[in-house]
């Protein structure tokens, strides 16, 4: 079993920046997937970025390449998504993932998922 907690959400008005945490417990990552999704009201969840634990290795929605970051801390056990010049399109609920299997491209069957991070921005 792994656990997800997601924080770091707010409110920012476009163009600002938030920096989303994921700590994650239970067992060794090594060998996962780290995902971050969203989903936006009356829409579908949306796969946003993941990263290899073990390779290190990024991938990125096309939609938040160059303005989001997917980092990790393998000594806290924690996956970080750095959002720049946010949108009100990037408006949602950001979810994070655990999926056993070390490449980062979805789709993330079979995954752990975290409650959420409520994330507004303002126009």
């Known amino acids: 079993q792994v656990q997800l907690v997601e924080s770091g959400g707010g409110l920012v008005q476009a163009g600002g920046s938030l920096r989303l945490s994921c700590a994650a417990s239970?067992?060794?990552?090594?060998?996962?997937?780290m995902g971050w999704f969203r989903q936006a009201p009356g829409k579908e969840r949306e796969f946003v970025a993941a990263?290899?634990?073990?390779?290190?290795?990024?991938y990125y929605a096309d939609s938040v390449k160059e303005r989001f970051t997917i980092s990790k801390d393998n000594a806290k056990n924690t996956v970080y998504l750095q959002m720049n010049s946010l949108k009100p399109d990037d408006t949602g609920v950001y979810y994070c993932?655990?999926?056993?299997?070390?490449?980062?491209?979805?789709?993330?069957?079979?995954?752990?998922w975290g409650q959420g991070t409520q994330v507004t921005v303002s126009s």
């Open positions: 993932a655990a999926r056993f299997g070390n490449s980062p491209v979805p789709p993330y069957e079979n995954a752990y």
């Open positions: 239970g067992r060794t990552l090594s060998g996962y997937a």
């Open positions: 990263i290899s634990w073990t390779f290190g290795r990024r």
